[in-house]
């Protein structure tokens, strides 16, 4: 059976595109419209019944849950996802959950009660939603394990791998791992990337090297405070995200330490403060917005053909140098 994602790939169009030509054909381009129409005769494609009796009740809201308001990552990924949303003439409601499943409950009963078509969500969590079928909802940044949810994100194993082998290659062999909350699947695979790449150097994992925080600020200023209080010895420090970066690197100044004379910071995310930090900080780019687009397209296609198959979508994360990292100095060798 052909999927809406196969239609727009023939047709050479984006599966947003597809979706506006079969549910509101006014507005698309006539050229692009007889294209994809004729597409559709010549494959044979036709939407299953259930998702016709969902168009006849679409709201053309979606919800998107995220955890943290305040947390700068997520504004590229609703960009992302409000750019997609606009252009297939859905809105899109923005709910904070503050890590609460109370709230995530309460926008999960608007999609039973119809008042909205279907969810983003952007942690580790799915919601209940009391409705037969697939569960319109596609998962973002984070992921779950449920292998009929899809999700997008990127790999971060790898991602954090990379980072630490780029500490090791200029020479540094105590590195200091600021970690995200261990209930979160992507936070334990930046500690699983972290532990490959200190084996990959042949180098031993200290446990007291190692803190956990929240993903924010102060969370990377307590790590800090409570390895030097530790008396620990690093010349590096590898971040879950950049807040926490931010965090440890006012740590380190406020205890006379140079980044990256003394200790180098490295973060992850790349959110637009990590660029204007003095020195800019060295982190790792996550496509942010390219992370809300692709998330939007799943949805839609999922809204359109609810027996599209579920996809596990992993994008690309590249490393970004900046001036928070250097050789260890003389004395921090080992």
């Known amino acids: 059976m052909r999927t809406i994602k196969e239609i727009a790939a023939i047709a050479n169009v984006s599966v947003a595109t597809v979706s506006r030509a079969l549910q509101r054909p006014e507005v698309v381009n006539e050229t692009t419209r007889l294209r994809i129409q004729e597409v559709v005769k010549r494959v044979g494609y036709t939407p299953n019944a259930l998702a016709r009796n969902l168009r006849t009740a679409r709201t053309r809201l979606i919800v998107a849950l995220l955890p943290d308001i305040a947390n700068p990552f997520f504004s590229e990924v609703i960009r992302g996802i409000e750019q997609v949303a606009h252009e297939s003439g859905y809105s899109v409601l ?20 119809r ?12 919601p209940k939603i009391p409705m037969p079928g697939r569960l319109p909802v596609v998962n973002a940044c984070e992921y779950v394990k449920d292998k ?46 972290y532990r490959l790449a200190l084996q990959r150097a042949k180098l031993a994992f200290d446990p007291a090297l190692m803190v956990s925080g929240d993903f924010s600020i102060e969370a990377g200023e307590r790590a800090v405070e409570l390895l030097l209080s530790q008396g620990q010895s690093f010349s590096a420090v590898f971040c879950s995200n ?4 931010i965090g440890a690197m006012r740590a380190l100044s406020s205890h ?17 403060f990590a660029r204007y930090t003095s020195p800019a900080l060295t982190t790792v780019a996550q496509p942010k917005n390219a992370l809300g687009r692709e998330a939007m397209a799943m949805l839609i296609e999922l809204l359109a053909d609810p027996e599209v198959p579920p996809r596990k979508r992993v994008l690309s994360a590249d490393l970004v140098v900046r001036g928070s990292t250097a050789p260890p100095s003389p004395r921090k060798r080992k």
């Open 115 to 126: 008042q909205a078509d279907g969810i983003i969500t952007m942690s580790h969590r799915v």
């Open 256 to 272: 006379g330490l140079r980044v990256p004379e003394d200790v180098s910071v490295v973060g992850f995310d790349d959110i637009r």
């Open 148 to 193: 009929q949810i899809s999700s997008v994100y990127v790999d971060n194993v790898a991602a954090a791998g990379a980072a630490v082998d780029y500490l090791v290659m200029l020479g540094h062999r105590q590195v200091a791992f600021i970690a995200g909350p261990p209930s979160s699947p992507i936070c334990v695979d930046r500690e699983k990337g």
């Open 94 to 113: 923005l709910g904070e959950t503050q890590s609460s499943l109370v709230r995530e409950q309460a926008y999960a009963d608007m999609v039973a009660a």
């Open 242 to 245: 950049d807040e926490m970066a």
